[in-house]
């Protein structure tokens, strides 16, 4: 069974800019979480997609977005980048929210200049 | 609120060395608690888990129980090798409210020397 994957591995931005990543979750898991990872913050919580419904969301500014499809597969935006955006952003995928485990993907690196 | 917090790295040890990595947590009511591995340049993968107090996770070695008396889940590996060189994260997530939200510590850095 394939693992989580997710698109693009890298991506280089200017500031103000936006951007979109793709996150395609294990065939048969309905529920995918979204991570910033930076060396700062460590890791993060951006928002959990079930069933196409935002069910969490993190404590991040209105910049950031994301929507889940009825595929499963789950993007999330960025607007008007800003350099503190640069992180590695991850994906994860389980079965449903709650007790079920998490599978993460290898992550989008993203760097605003 | 919730927290996880684990002790600060990097740890550095010889292969065949027994290793601790400390984690405690600060939540309510009866989390879930993870360990998670990251390997340079990769996503997480799941160590091991333990979802009730006293449970043991086990995984490749590696172990850990939840000690709710202590809110500790601290990991363990009797004997350690160079391919174990990475940033370990312990975790929890909170059973109320069905949702997978992870909380993670900062991470501890393992380098392992031959």
């Known amino acids: 069974k394939a693992g989580v994957t997710q698109t693009p591995r890298y991506l280089i931005k200017t500031r103000g800019q936006q951007v979109t990543l793709s996150c395609s979750p294990i065939s048969g898991h309905r529920s995918v979480s979204w991570y910033q990872q930076t060396p700062g913050q460590g890791l993060q919580f951006l928002f959990e997609y079930f069933s196409e419904t935002q069910r969490n969301k993190g404590n991040f500014p209105g910049r950031f977005s994301g929507r889940q499809f009825s595929n499963s597969r789950s993007e999330m935006n960025v607007s008007t980048l800003e350099l503190g955006d640069s992180a590695l952003y991850l994906c994860?995928?389980?079965?449903?929210?709650?007790?079920?485990?998490?599978?993460f993907g290898p992550g989008t690196r993203l760097t605003v200049t | 609120g919730n927290s996880v917090t684990q002790m600060e790295g990097p740890v550095t040890l010889s292969e065949e060395a027994f290793l601790t990595i400390n984690c405690t947590y600060t939540?309510?009511?009866?989390?879930?608690l993870f360990w998670y591995v990251q390997y340079p340049g990769e996503g997480l993968q799941l160590l091991l888990k333990a979802t009730k107090a006293d449970d043991k996770g086990s995984n490749k070695g590696f172990e850990a129980t939840y000690r709710k008396e202590t809110t500790s889940f601290h990991l363990e590996k009797g004997s350690v090798q160079v391919s174990d060189s990475a940033v370990y994260f312990c975790a929890l997530s909170q059973k109320a409210g069905n949702t997978g939200k992870l909380i993670f510590g900062q991470g501890t850095t393992l380098q392992v020397k031959p």
């Open positions: 939540a309510t009511g009866y989390p879930s």
């Open positions: 994860a995928s389980s079965l449903e929210p709650g007790v079920y485990e998490q599978y």
